[in-house]
């Protein structure tokens, strides 16, 4: 137990460290990644004026129809795929990936990797 508890706190530290470099615009906007227990959530992010573009999750209807009885490999897979296809559709080819203090690896890189291979940069 307790080491969960270090294990959040270390995230949260991680993650302050990183907010504070890491801003995104309305060409550039800043992606942000969460993951709870049960669900996965990513956001595109304005910071200059403070809103968000677009957002994806789990719960979303459509994408809760696709992933059912899936891995969180494949589910990644997914999000990343989907996320990448909304993003092309608003226009927006750069991105800031803010990866909420997790570590880049494992499942997050595979969300990464498949936004890069439809054609996001960051």
């Known amino acids: 137990m307790i ?13 302050s460290r990183i907010r504070e470099k890491i801003k995104g615009n309305t060409e ?13 959530y990513i956001q595109a992010i304005d910071d200059t004026k ?5 957002s994806l999750s789990t719960l979303s209807k459509d994408i809760k129809n696709l992933i059912e009885g899936k891995s969180q490999k494949e589910i990644h897979s997914i999000l990343g795929q989907k996320f990448a296809e909304l993003l092309l559709d608003k226009g927006i ?3 800031v990936f803010d990866r909420g203090g997790y570590l880049y690896h494992g499942n997050l890189k595979l969300l990464c990797e498949e936004m890069r291979k439809m054609g996001i940069e960051f």
């Open 3 to 15: 080491k969960d508890i270090k294990r959040k706190e270390k995230r949260k530290i991680r993650h």
């Open 28 to 40: 550039k906007p800043r992606v942000s990644y969460y993951r709870s227990l049960k669900h996965i």
């Open 50 to 54: 403070g809103e968000t573009l677009l």
């Open 93 to 95: 080819k750069k991105i």
